[in-house]
């Protein structure tokens, strides 16, 4: 039996909810599907409630637990209770940046049944792939203030892209393009305004795309990309775009699909020297947390992008076709889709479908 070890780490808000039913969904689809393959997982209480009782979010040791694992599921960080930057900047990007997760993968697909707020498209006629740079660009943390707290006060936040950083992240969405059937990549920049940063972007762009004549690829500003998003999303394919820039995009790309409530996402990283980490674009949604009406479902593609990430294809395969099929089939939805199902029964529905 091989064994692939999971960590498991709820977090805060709707995190530990739909975490649960992401979990029921990947291993009913192993169990089924993949036979010969069992899934170990590790709970995780790490989150802002942690942090209240012990004065940080995670153990000493805490980055060493999880370096032992195959991946890392991931629900989501943010309390109303303590300021964002304490999750974020103490659990969120440090897993990003010491695990090396550079390739941050969010797909948009607009689900048959899912309601769109773009008229005229069709079931499917939204399925990009937006491939953003994950661990450097503006969410890198190099800057500082000078005279804080005073009329004089002064705020540096410096971006930081490497030629290495660029590079790599425009191969990944390449070499990803060429698996997709319309082999179609569209670079986002916005050099015309950011001479430094966004040039040396484009370098790597032009320099990395002779490697790839099989995909028709061009760059877009980011400003143009974002009412394209909107006016034709049906165009994109694979998109490449930095940090924040990518952040920005695949929220959208999220709504115009019919609901952040079905935005997964992977941070990946492609050697596996390191656990990849999978987790809801979002958030901890502390509104409704508590409630049982959170959507599930990005939980549970992010599910399937980890079964993808452990080479489980077949079983990867099974969710993502129970989602369309739950979906499709209208019998458990949540409010932001169109029903008035909870969120345990839209877990019941997956399970049942895989």
């Not at 987790?279 to 409704?288: Q, R």
């Not at 129970?322 to 889709?337: E, H, M, Q």
Request: net charge neutral; hydrophobic share 45%; charged share 20%.
């Amino acid at each position: 039996m091989a064994t692939h070890s999971i960590a498991v780490i709820g977090g805060d808000g709707i995190g530990p909810e739909v975490i649960a039913q992401a979990v029921r969904a990947i291993q009913a689809a192993v169990a089924k599907h993949d036979r010969g393959h069992e899934l170990h997982l590790t709970h995780l209480p790490w989150g802002s409630e942690f942090y209240k009782k012990h004065g940080h979010i995670l153990p000493a040791d805490g980055w060493d637990t999880l370096a032992r694992h195959d991946a890392i599921l991931f629900g989501a960080v943010g309390d109303p209770s303590i300021p964002d930057t304490i999750p974020v900047h103490q659990l969120l990007l440090p897993m990003r940046r010491k695990f090396d997760q550079y390739v941050n993968l969010r797909p948009a697909y607009l689900f048959d049944g899912v309601p769109c707020p773009l008229a005229g498209k069709a079931p499917g006629s939204i399925d990009m792939l937006v491939y953003r740079e994950n661990t450097e660009g503006e969410y890198a943390p190099v800057g500082g203030k000078l005279y804080p707290d005073t009329d004089k006060e002064v705020a540096v936040q410096t971006s930081v892209f490497t030629r290495a950083g660029c590079e790599r992240i425009i191969r990944a969405a390449f070499e990803g393009a060429r698996k997709r059937p319309r082999k179609k990549l569209t670079s986002i920049t916005k050099s015309n305004a950011l001479l430094y940063g966004m040039t040396l972007w484009d370098v790597a762009y032009e320099a990395v795309r002779k490697d790839f004549p099989d995909v028709q690829s061009h760059s877009l500003l980011v400003d143009a990309a974002a009412m394209d998003f909107v006016r034709k999303p049906e165009s994109f394919d694979v998109v490449v775009a930095s940090n924040l820039f990518g952040d920005i995009l695949t929220d959208l790309s999220a709504a115009v699909a019919g609901s952040i409530g079905l935005a997964s996402s992977a941070n990946v990283n492609p050697t596996k020297k390191f656990p990849s980490m999978f987790e809801p674009v979002h958030g901890s949604a502390p509104d409704i947390a508590g409630q049982g009406i959170a959507n599930p479902l990005a939980a549970v593609l992010s599910g399937a992008l980890l079964l993808d990430h452990l080479e489980l294809r077949a079983s990867a395969d099974a969710v993502r076709k129970a989602v369309a099929a739950v979906l499709k089939s209208d019998t458990a939805r949540t409010k932001d889709v169109g029903g008035n199902a909870t969120t345990v029964q839209v877990g019941d529905a997956v399970v049942a479908a895989v």
